[in-house]
């Protein structure tokens, strides 16, 4: 199983766009997504906390409706898509591994559940893991995973890979040459991979998170 990264299945589309997006489903790929809350509890999939990379503009998207976001200059260059709007564009045919970017409530995380209830193929995942823990609560049979950023501990990794109810892993792609991690009884996906060479190399025996090929 392999997924594109934010939705840039070429270097022509733009990160976290409901035309990149769609772009992925059309190519038979699942796609991977951050989201964030808004302040009137809408998830949107945008990459950072911010709104100044984007758009130039230092708000926070924690703190701002959804509607204010919609007015932000070039915002309909850039729109930023609700999670809703891609669940309803995958048609629950391809997987959507849906990073959770800040700790969010447990009333949010209810709420995320819920929104996601009818597509079957979704997969949370965070570098918050009390993000995960939380979803867990909430319904056991979730399919989640634990992100790993490339300076984690191999100790940590393997411990938390001990977890029963977690399904999967999701790991830089540092750790596709290391043994003891090859070796963990649990499903993993590699990120991000970004060239042709290194794709073909390793999408045979792994699952990648991947763009711009």
Do not use: W
Not at 33 to 43: R, S, V
Not at 93 to 122: A, G, R, W
Not at 168 to 194: A, E, G, R, S
Request: hydrophobic share 35%.
């Amino acid at each position: 199983m392999h997924v594109i990264h934010r939705g840039i299945a070429n270097k022509k589309l733009k990160e976290n766009l409901l035309l990149s997006f769609k772009k992925s489903f059309d190519l038979g790929f699942g796609v991977e997504t951050d989201i964030h809350a808004t302040k009137d509890e809408n998830f949107v999939c945008f990459h950072d906390f911010t709104l100044n990379k984007i758009f130039k503009k230092k708000l926070s998207i924690k703190n701002l409706n959804f509607s204010d976001i919609e007015t932000v200059k070039n915002f309909k260059k850039n729109p930023i898509p609700l999670l809703e709007e891609v669940l309803k564009a995958s048609k629950n045919k391809y997987p959507i591994l849906i990073e959770i970017k800040p700790n969010l409530s447990l009333k949010l995380l209810k709420k995320l559940v819920k929104q996601t209830s009818k597509y079957s193929k979704c997969i949370f995942i965070s570098f918050k893991h009390e993000n995960i823990n939380k979803l867990l609560r909430i319904k056991q049979t979730l399919k989640v995973g634990l992100s790993f950023s490339y300076n984690s501990k191999i100790t940590t990794i393997v411990e938390k890979s001990k977890n029963k109810k977690i399904d999967y892993l999701i790991l830089d792609k540092v750790f596709l040459n290391h043994k003891k991690i090859q070796n963990l009884n649990i499903q993993k996906f590699y990120y991000t991979i970004k060239n042709k060479k290194d794709f073909n190399k390793y999408s045979n025996d792994n699952c990648l998170i991947f763009e711009n090929l």
